[in-house]
């Protein structure tokens, strides 16, 4: 297994910002979950973390 760190992501369509400014520090072993409405991001913050989606941090 591995560990993922985040922080200060952000993710922008034109002017309308979508992700903003997530940090979450996931350990070894630890089970996440997200959750949210429809269209508040989650599927793009996955493809950020799998690296199909590009990221921009601050």
């Given amino acids: 297994m591995a560990s993922v760190e985040i922080q200060n992501v952000k993710k ?3 002017a309308a910002q979508v992700i903003h400014g997530v ?5 070894d072993g630890e089970f ?5 409405p429809s269209g508040c ?4 913050l996955l493809r950020m973390i799998a690296g199909r989606r590009p990221a921009r941090t601050l």
């Fill in 32 to 36: 996440v979950i997200l959750v949210g």
């Fill in 12 to 14: 922008a369509y034109g």
């Fill in 41 to 44: 991001g989650k599927s793009t």
């Fill in 23 to 27: 940090s979450v520090d996931i350990r």
